[in-house]
């Protein structure tokens, strides 16, 4: 539930995982991924923004992997991200940075979640069905 992944899922949608995929080959960039956040004992969906390796930069020019732009035609165009603090970080070994495609309205890698651990994912997004 929630809106953090708008437009791409809306609220009440309910997704079919691919669980096998993430069991046996890492997840890429772009791949929207469900995920259990046992801090608050709850399960997210967000979209890999970085894997391992990369240098991850958000700042009010926009999203960037490795320096280059990301092209994110998937994100909620009827805001502008809002932008703190900027964020300059390299994807430590068996983690990824994620984010919501709702920016301005979703916990993900920018703050509070911070970095994944690739083994806490359950598997990626498959498709999507509505009630």
Do not use: C, Q
């Amino acid at each position: 539930s929630g809106s953090s992944m708008f437009p791409t899922l809306e609220d009440g949608d309910k997704l079919l995982l691919n669980r096998f995929d993430t069991w046996f080959t890492d997840v890429d960039r772009g791949d929207i991924v469900v995920f259990n956040w046992e801090e608050r004992n709850m399960f997210l969906v967000k979209r890999v923004i970085g894997v391992a390796g990369d240098k991850v930069s958000v700042t009010k020019e926009g999203v960037f992997v490795n320096d280059k732009k990301l092209d994110e035609e998937y994100i909620n165009l009827s805001e502008e991200m809002i932008v703190g603090e900027e964020i300059h970080v390299v994807v430590p070994e068996d983690k990824v940075f994620v984010m919501g495609d709702n920016r301005n309205h979703s916990i993900d890698s920018r703050a509070e979640l911070g970095f994944v651990d690739e083994d806490e994912i359950l598997g990626s997004y498959l498709l999507r069905y509505s009630n």
